[in-house]
């Protein structure tokens, strides 16, 4: 490949080597975890190599980009291998982060929410409520009006809550009472604030809660005038 790398036949080389290199990749709950782990070593390196390869490259961006997409593809089979390969161990803290970086990488959407809820769940099984509510905050952000995300809200404030973050708690009580409409959040909210010794910051809350139940109450009487 290298050696016919300025030529027509590099960049048909590298497509074949990954071609060849990415079938070989076995599913991996169906073999040995260290066979897996081989094959797929070879792969990433079969990947490595080719873009190190500038003459490739180049030549890939005035054809359409194919072998980019190839590593692409080959790249995400590899993420997916890599996350079913700890799902049969016991690392919920490794798991959780092979999932976040899954989502961070994918570009469909379904594909991701469903990355970051299993990232949230790894790391909730982890006791790691800190970096379950930073996933959730970007989920929120990438998809501000998803329901999977607003359904782990009460997973990661709960969490919160019995780890004694209880700040935490009240931001995602908070949360889930704003996008939900969810009555129990915001009263769960302000006692948690109450309890921390907060009682303005209790009073607010339920004041916010009484002026989002009118609002919707008025839109609706709108809508039927």
Known sequence: MHRHAGSKQGPVAARLALQILSDDLPDPGKVEKSIYL?????????????????????????SKNKIS??????????????IAVLERGDDDRATAQAYASFAESSGAAPATEKA???????????????????????????????????????????????????????????????????????????RIAEGMGEPQRALSLLTAYLNQERSVSNRAVQQLA
């Open 69 to 82: 997409e190839m590593i692409k593809e080959a790249s995400q089979k590899l993420d997916i291998g890599r």
């Open 116 to 190: 970051y809820a299993n990232a949230i769940k790894y790391y909730l099984k982890a006791q790691d409520s800190a970096s379950a509510a930073k996933i959730l905050t970007q989920w929120n952000t990438q998809f501000p009006k998803s329901l999977l995300a607003r359904d782990n809200l009460r997973a990661v404030a709960t969490q919160l809550l019995i780890e004694g973050d209880f700040a935490g708690s009240v931001a995602f009580c908070e949360k889930l009472g704003r996008t939900g409409h969810e009555s129990d959040a915001w009263v769960t909210a302000a």
């Open 38 to 62: 081989n094959k797929a070593e070879r792969l990433k390196s079969g990947i490595v190599e080719i873009r190190s390869v500038p003459e490739i490259m180049v030549a890939d961006q005035k």
